[in-house]
C-alpha cells in the first residue's frame, strides 16, 4: 500500500530553480527505482531522472544532466528533485513514480505542474 504525492511545482523564470518533493509512504523496498517523469499533452511520457532507494545511484535523461539533481532522504521517505538553469521546454506536468527498473514503473503520483516562463 505504497502512496506517492508530488509538490513542489508552480511557475518560475527561465534559469530559475525550483525543487520538487515526492512523498513516499506505505512499504518501500531498496531494490526499487524512484523515478521523475514528465509529460505534456503534445508528447509521450518523458523520463527525467531516478535514484535507486536503497544504494541512492542516480540516473539522468540527457535533458537533465548538468541542471538536474535527483535524491532520496530515506529517513524522511521522500524522493527530490532539484531543478536548475530551468528552460521554457522543461514546462510540464511531473509525476513521481516507483518501479523495478529505469524507465518502468508500477506506480505512480498525481503530479505537479512546473512551469517556466519567459
Known amino acids: 500500500q505504497v502512496q506517492l504525492v508530488e509538490s513542489g511545482g508552480g511557475l518560475v523564470e527561465a534559469g530559475g530553480s525550483l525543487k520538487l518533493s515526492c512523498a513516499v509512504s506505505g512499504r518501500t523496498y531498496s531494490s526499487a527505482v524512484m523515478q521523475w517523469f514528465r509529460q505534456t499533452p503534445r508528447k509521450e511520457r518523458e523520463f527525467v531522472a531516478s535514484v535507486r532507494w536503497g544504494a541512492g545511484t542516480t540516473f539522468y535523461a540527457d535533458s537533465a544532466k548538468g541542471r538536474f539533481a535527483i535524491s532520496r532522504d530515506k529517513a524522511e521517505s521522500t524522493v527530490y528533485l532539484q531543478m536548475n538553469s530551468l528552460k521554457p521546454e522543461d514546462t510540464a506536468v511531473y509525476y513521481c513514480?516507483?518501479?523495478?527498473?529505469?524507465?518502468?514503473?508500477?506506480?505512480w503520483g498525481q503530479g505537479t505542474q512546473v512551469t517556466v516562463s519567459l
Open positions: 513514480a516507483k518501479g523495478q527498473n529505469i524507465g518502468t514503473y508500477d506506480l
